[in-house]
């Protein structure tokens, strides 16, 4: 469809790592929109990710070994699993259906369905920040995985078998290679593996903040005001918040962890869960990664970074507004010892925030069944920022009438996740 200069604008609810993307992307076309969020740019997740352009994190969290695993993860002082138990009568029902998922099967279809969406995550996000303040902060990299031996390698066959699948490649790297490749990293892990072309956002809240103004600079209009809800009619969308309604031709809702209050009302069935992400920047770092590192066992990433080293990464089901716990970011603490123990820092500032987690841990991408008018575009879980550009360009593409290039029919807001 075509939007005149003159046509009531498209009202993207969020303006995190995606919203942002969306909105950008639509203005380039020559869309009018409207970039709505309670706090400004990249003040959430975007802001407290872990950077990483991660093209190979399309593996989902609940493979079919997590019946095995997850006991150990919830009870091992050192496990990247936390579950609070005020929360557990609520979050039942999620937990269940994100537990029935956990099958060799689902994770390989899963996979296949995600990998589309990020495989080219560095061009894509090179192509959003051509020519804004935003391109200085992508640097292109190579991504390590670390494991203690082979051993621990070979026991994640499953998920590089699903790698190579999708086309992926990597260099295996031996205590030797490894210690060339990272010489500050201790004797924990002494086996590596490579993964050419990925990126770092080295500044994840400021690349977000220089991307909003790439927008206003193209004439997109910000307004912050937390958004209730959403009603769209024959002649358009009127989006109800704290203060004065807002009249939009479109809505795309963009809202992270707080979408689902907002699309449910408009046929969602997907079902979503608040995943609380933990991050502790390490200001002036030295002695640390040259290069961002996974480690496997703890599923915690150690990412160098502009002025500092940013640990994170784990995973806890605690609820929307839970006060952050202290256990997650000691876990972070005593990894990065284990990893760099000459690692040293000018002082070091833990966040959290909650990241949008569904069910079958596909994203919620397309149209709502209440309204043509209104699309979805969250729950993209730990790959919010990989995905962003993509999904940004695919929304864009299906608000103007232009053809997907991806096949959003596994993404649609009313499958049952």
Not at 191 to 219: N, R, W
Request: hydrophobic share 45%.
């Amino acid at each position: 469809m075509d939007f005149a200069p003159d046509a009531p604008p498209v009202a993207v609810i969020g303006a995190g790592i995606v919203g942002v993307a969306v909105a950008l992307s639509l203005r380039r076309r020559g869309v009018p929109v409207v970039l709505i969020d309670r706090e400004g740019p990249g003040a959430g997740a975007s802001h407290g990710n872990g950077g990483i352009l991660a093209r190979c994190a399309f593996i989902p969290v609940n493979t079919p070994d997590l019946w095995r695993t997850a006991p150990g993860m919830l009870l091992s002082r050192d496990g990247p699993l936390f579950v609070r138990g005020a929360a557990l009568p609520r979050l039942a029902p999620w937990l269940w259906r994100f537990l029935a998922n956990a099958t060799r099967g689902r994770a390989e279809t899963v996979a296949r369905q995600t990998a589309p969406l990020l495989l080219d995550s560095l061009d894509q996000h090179l192509a959003l920040a051509e020519g804004t303040p935003a391109a200085r902060f992508i640097r292109p990299t190579d991504y390590l995985y670390l494991y203690r031996d082979r051993a621990g390698y070979e026991a994640d066959r499953f998920s590089w078998t699903l790698r190579r699948q999708a086309g992926m490649t990597w260099t295996e790297l031996d205590e030797a290679a490894l210690r060339a490749r990272e010489p500050d990293l201790s004797g924990a892990r002494r086996f590596g593996v490579a993964l050419p072309d990925h990126g770092v956002i080295t500044d994840p809240g400021a690349h977000v903040a220089a991307l909003a103004e790439a927008f206003a600079d193209a004439g997109g209009q910000s307004v912050r005001a937390r958004v209730r809800a959403v009603e769209p009619d024959d002649g358009g969308v009127t989006l109800h918040t704290d203060g004065a309604d807002i009249r939009a031709g479109h809505a795309v809702i963009a809202a992270g962890a707080w979408s689902d209050a907002l699309a449910r009302p408009l046929g969602a069935r997907v079902r979503l869960e608040a995943e609380s992400g933990y991050h502790v920047d390490l200001a002036g770092a030295n002695g640390g990664p040259r290069h961002p590192v996974m480690d496997a066992a703890r599923k915690m990433v150690v990412v160098p970074m502009e002025g500092r080293v940013r640990l994170a990464g784990l995973v806890e089901f605690a609820g929307l507004d839970a006060a952050p716990a202290r256990a997650p970011t000691e876990l972070l603490h005593r990894g990065v010892a284990d990893l760099f123990p000459a690692l040293r820092h000018d002082g070091a500032t833990p966040w959290t925030g909650p990241r949008p987690a569904t069910t079958d841990s596909l994203p919620v991408i397309g149209v709502l069944p209440a309204s043509a008018r209104v699309v979805a575009a969250y729950g993209h879980q730990h790959v919010g920022l990989t995905a962003a550009a993509r999904t940004g360009r695919m929304v864009t593409d299906l608000l103007t009438g232009r053809p997907v290039d991806i096949d959003l029919a596994p993404f649609r807001p009313d499958r049952r996740g």
